[in-house]
T-cell receptor
Framework: GENVEQHPSTLSVQEGDSAVIKCTYS??????FPWYKQELGKGPQLIID?????GEKKDQRIAVTLNKTAKHFSLHITETQPEDSAVYFC??????????FGKGTMLLVSP | NAGVTQTPKFRVLKTGQSMTLLCAQD?????MYWYRQDPGMGLRLIHY???????AKGEVPDGYNVSRLKKQNFLLGLESAAPSQTSVYFC???????????????FGSGTRLTVV
């Protein structure tokens, strides 16, 4: 089955800095890679996703890049703000399969 | 739209007691999932369902049972609770089409269960 590794497990940045979270996956059949943000006491929420036929996708301050050859994808957050503090999960899947999630990254943005 | 609603939000059980967690979605989604979240372990799939009347085991199914009698509801049961089942439980749903952009899971807000 699919295995998703996520790094780092915790990340502390100053407000205004950039943050990068990286994930690797094992199943070459995976073609859908979403990222979820989980705020304290809430369920994960989809913030951005990418399909394997696209190398990069941006949405305002967040972007995701995918290297299908190396089987890794990354989340980039620019101009971080305190409200970006949360746990971020990457995931991988394909077709009608279930998503496999990484173990999560706790991002702390200090004012 | 309420999306995915989980009840209860919090529960404390004694070892050996039983309980049922309810997940309800109003998006007409075919697929539904139960995950547990533990510190440092991420989200682990317990059971899932691809349609009314069908269920399947996930990564950590032992000690849990599920039922999907109605399309909009997915029940997670603990027959004899153990302290190892102390966790936060999340339900999720998605439509029955290949995963594409924007068609990922919609999660509920979770149930925090403590077994003492």
């Amino acid at each position: 089955g699919e295995n998703v590794e996520q790094h780092p497990s915790t990340l502390s940045v100053q407000e205004g800095d950039s943050a990068v979270i990286k994930c690797t996956y094992s199943d070459s059949a995976s073609n859908y890679f979403p990222w979820y943000k989980q705020e304290l006491g809430k369920g994960p929420q989809l913030i951005i996703d990418i399909r394997s036929n696209v190398g990069e996708k941006k949405d305002q301050r967040i972007a995701v890049t995918l290297n299908k050859t190396a089987k890794h994808f990354s989340l980039h957050i620019t101009e971080t703000q305190p409200e970006d503090s949360a746990v971020y999960f990457c995931a991988a899947g394909s077709g009608y399969s279930t998503l496999t999630f990484g173990k999560g990254t706790m991002l702390l943005v200090s004012p | 739209n309420a999306g995915v609603t989980q009840t209860p939000k919090f529960r404390v059980l004694k070892t050996g007691q039983s309980m049922t967690l309810l997940c309800a979605q109003d998006m007409n989604h075919e697929y539904m999932y139960w995950y547990r979240q533990d510190p440092g372990m991420g989200l682990r799939l317990i059971h899932y369902s691809v349609g009314e009347g069908t269920t399947a085991k996930g990564e950590v199914p032992d000690g849990y049972n599920v039922s999907r009698l109605k399309k909009q509801n997915f029940l997670l049961g603990l027959e004899s609770a153990a302290p190892s089942q102390t966790s936060v439980y999340f339900c999720a749903s998605r439509p029955a089409k290949p995963m594409t952009g924007g068609s990922g899971y919609t999660f509920g807000s979770g149930t925090r269960l403590t077994v003492v």
